[in-house]
């Protein structure tokens, strides 16, 4: 039998099979399939749900592409802020507005062409490089030294703070106590007047901070290549905080090239030193910056200055992806870092939170770097410790991304308050000693508590007696014996705070 096959035939079943083979061979290789959609001019669906940089907050339940066991999180962005361009604008001059207001590029210009992590931003190219949040490099350097941040990350700036003592001064009192107690970041809506706080501490601690520095050099203050802007901005919307919150103690030269800080007694010209330098000598908050990585839109740990570490130190950390950073955390592969990594990819401009961790320490130390001979105090139970020398560490923290370079900082303070402050402090010595003795062994161990629970414990459970009989503490229902330990509504305080924070300054 002969088997006969026309031309038309033989064509068509030459294309299946090139048709075939094509399909398989993009489905296996990810960089070939982009390369024929974007000839093709066919763009897939991106996990944003825009082939630009997303310009409303609206997380997607999807789940992102996994390659090699991992979420590719490459082609998901923050939401773009390039919306504010036009108000911008309105505050410069006309040459540099005029950048503001050119016209929109294609949306593959924001694709081809973003500002890799290890790149400045200043660096000349032949074509604008773009930040994660949809602003080319040319656009940035329009805005010039101090823009308008209240515009770019719709925050306003805070109110002053009226009848504010240096020298008096105390923090919130911070309680961040959670029951049933288990591993989340707990995160709530930022308070914009207070991202950044100043105590009665604060000359002391800026000189501690200083003196570790000098110590320690690249183990509290730190920075990588690309780097530059997102600590720029930073140092930037720090000042602009200070000043307009604390006016009588903090300003600027009408040209901003001059910082006053009127608690220390000093000038600095702002041009002379590195950002972050500068923030290590007049604020006395800890930074850490992650930048986004073009290559899989992960977070990696870029710069900082953090003097307030136990058990880790910048240079411990610097360079790790943001799910290496949290390793040693007890649940978070398991519990959090997905959910993290997706907030990370997606967290907008405008939605700053704050949260908060603890932990019972012998005395007040703030810097512990692995070998710190403090650690020593944490093996043993010393039988002659006192109450007294027990304290409360609360490292009151925030997160925020930045406008320009798209990087995320979280900043945090550590505040010490001793255990028999909680005397009076109505359920909280009962849900302390609660989370003690009943808390997930493996978050306890990390926590690191052991070395004062024989001496706090008993003292809260005499607190708690007395709160009880005082009428302090009273129980939920109608014929409950005792008060059923949760986290309380005040959360992160406690029923009464702001009476007894105010009394304690005076005012």
Not at 51 to 76: E, Q
Not at 305 to 324: P, Y
Not at 337 to 342: A, E, G, H, T, Y
Not at 401 to 413: A, H, K
Request: hydrophobic share 35%; net charge neutral.
């Amino acid at each position: 039998m002969v088997l006969s096959i026309s031309r038309d035939q033989l064509l068509l079943s030459l294309g299946i099979l090139f048709l075939l083979s094509t399909c398989i061979t993009l489905a296996i290789n990810k960089r070939q399939r982009d390369a024929m959609l974007e000839r093709l001019h066919f763009h897939r669906r991106r996990e944003s749900g825009a082939s630009t940089p997303p310009r409303s907050f609206s997380p997607s339940k999807k789940a992102p592409i996994v390659t090699g066991g991992s979420p590719d999180y490459s082609t998901t962005f923050p939401p773009s802020r390039r919306e504010v361009l036009p108000e911008l604008a309105k505050t410069l001059p006309t040459a540099n507005a005029q950048i503001l207001l050119k016209t929109e590029p294609c949306p593959d210009f924001f694709l081809k062409n973003p500002l890799p992590m290890t790149q400045s931003y200043a660096v000349d190219s032949d074509a604008p490089k773009y930040t994660p949040t949809g602003f080319s490099t040319a656009e940035i350097k329009a805005m010039g030294d101090f823009p308008a941040y209240d515009i770019l990350t719709e925050t306003p700036l805070p109110q002053a703070y009226q009848n504010f003592d240096s020298t008096k001064a105390l923090p919130r009192p911070y309680r961040p106590f959670r029951w049933a107690y288990h591993q989340t970041m707990s995160f709530v809506k930022m308070e914009p007047d207070w991202w950044l706080e100043v105590e009665n501490t604060y000359v002391a601690r800026i000189k501690e901070r200083q003196d570790l520095f000098r110590e320690y050099g690249p183990k509290v203050l730190d920075y990588m290549p690309g780097s530059e802007l997102v600590c720029k901005e930073l140092m930037e919307m720090c000042l602009l905080f200070y000043c307009a919150r604390y006016p009588a103690c903090f300003s600027l030269s009408e040209d901003k090239k001059v910082f006053h800080n009127h608690l220390l007694g000093n000038t600095t010209e702002i041009k002379r030193y590195h950002p972050l330098h500068i923030l290590l000598n007049n604020i006395p908050e800890d930074f850490a910056i992650v930048l986004r990585n073009e290559e899989d839109g992960m977070y990696y740990f870029r710069a900082g200055v953090i003097c307030s570490s136990l058990g880790w130190n910048v240079g411990t950390k610097i360079g790790m992806q943001l799910k290496e950073i949290h390793t040693p955390i007890p649940d978070y592969k398991e519990k959090m870092s997905f959910s993290m990594d997706r907030y990370f990819a997606r967290m907008p401009v405008n939605s700053p939170i704050q949260r908060g961790s603890w932990g019972l320490e012998v005395g007040s130390p703030l810097f512990m770097p692995p070998g710190h001979p403090h650690e020593k105090l944490r093996e043993i139970q010393d039988p002659d410790l006192k109450i007294e020398n027990c304290n409360l560490r609360v490292d009151w923290q925030t997160l925020r991304r930045l406008p320009l370079s798209g990087g995320i900082v979280f900043n945090f303070t550590a505040l010490f308050t001793p255990i028999p402050e909680f005397r009076d402090e109505p359920y909280v010595p009962a849900l302390v000693a609660k989370i003690l003795k009943d808390g997930k062994k493996t978050l306890m161990d990390y926590k690191g508590t052991w070395h004062v629970e024989h001496i706090c414990i008993p003292a809260l459970e005499e607190y708690n007696r007395e709160q009880v009989e005082k009428g302090l503490v009273k129980p939920e229902n109608e014929g409950d014996e005792t008060w059923t330990e949760g986290t309380l509504n005040e959360y992160p305080y406690f029923p009464g705070w702001e009476e007894k924070w105010h009394r304690q300054q005076g005012f």
